[in-house]
């Protein structure tokens, strides 16, 4: 089977990309090991319209279930290969399977920054994590540390208070790069302390994390740490289809979120934009899908 469309990543602007695809009755599936994105690990989403306040899971699920009620075909797999031949892509996942489509929509995501310090891959299940939605309840009563200065770890720092007793930011600057609003709600916070222009050079422990190391030399006593430095692309799998990417790996696309490679789109965080959240990656899959739409009618 040839599809019209496959979309490469199930998070808002993989979703969102597959609802439009069901609007314009392209033939379509859906490849990704997980369905939700980045999204399910935001505690608190504050600026979505139509709600004051929700999870990343809740509105997701929401999403998912969307979705899987249209009958939009749906492959848990991993991909690891995407190529091009006489203007058909075939995507092969790790468990050998190949599916072709006419078009493409790239939607992969970003992946988390590694700290790259002693005692982050030794300890990484066993104090060390990059989720705090998933791992923060295993904290109760506990003293953690948040690695970063954005938005994604200022929210994860508010997601923790709830369950630890003391919560420290660890920043390498000497001010935030998160909404102003946040900012302000965690420095008004108690069991928040922030620590500025200071760098974690080593995590410790025995069995499990007992403390951090900061370039002052400080040592601080904590039971875990989550680390939030940044993104990086995933574009691993396209590379040997040449895509053109800027110097931070991001996609290059149009204002038609068109690539380099004819029938090829890209939306979402895979891209760079100045403003990388829920509702700018939704609106890049919308546009992805309608110029995938208008390439399989020429």
């Known amino acids: 089977m040839i599809y019209d469309l496959i979309i490469i990543g199930a998070g808002a602007a993989g979703l969102t990309a597959a609802l439009y695809a069901h609007r ?8 990704s ?6 999204a399910l690990e935001a505690h608190s989403i504050e600026n979505f319209p139509g709600y004051k306040g929700i999870s990343g899971i809740e509105l997701m699920k929401q999403w998912i279930n969307h979705i899987k009620s249209l009958k939009i075909e749906i492959q848990q797999e991993d991909v690891i290969n995407v190529e091009k031949q006489n203007d058909i892509f ?3 996942t ?5 599916f072709q489509s006419k078009t493409v929509i790239l939607a992969l995501g970003m992946k ?3 700290l790259n310090v002693e005692g982050e891959d030794k300890f990484l299940g066993k104090g060390v994590s990059y989720c705090a939605a998933c791992d923060g ?6 003293t953690v540390v948040v690695i970063g200065g954005g938005d994604t770890a200022l929210m994860d720092a508010q997601f923790l208070v709830n369950h630890a007793k003391k919560v420290y930011i660890i920043h390498r600057r000497d001010d935030f790069r998160a909404e102003p609003k946040r900012e302000e709600q965690i420095k008004k916070n108690k069991k928040i302390e922030i620590i500025y222009n200071a760098n974690v050079k080593e995590i410790k422990g025995k069995d499990f994390v007992n403390s951090i190391i900061l370039d002052n030399k400080t040592e601080l006593k904590v039971d875990g740490v989550f680390i939030d430095v940044g993104f990086i692309p995933s574009v691993n799998i396209i590379k040997k289809l040449k895509v053109k990417c800027d110097e931070h790996d991001y996609i290059t696309v149009n204002n038609k979120q068109e690539t380099n490679i004819p029938g090829l789109f ?21 546009i992805a899908t309608f110029s995938a739409f208008k390439f399989n009618i020429k």
């Open 137 to 142: 309840p295993l904290f109760k009563d506990k």
């Open 266 to 286: 890209a939306a979402g965080d895979i891209t760079y934009n100045s403003l990388k959240q829920i509702i700018t990656a939704a609106a890049e899959g919308a």
């Open 33 to 38: 090991k997980d369905l939700g994105g980045t």
């Open 94 to 98: 790790k468990d050998d399977k190949k």
């Open 24 to 31: 314009y009755n392209l033939k379509t599936l859906i490849i």
């Open 112 to 114: 988390r920054k590694h």
């Open 90 to 92: 075939t995507i092969t």
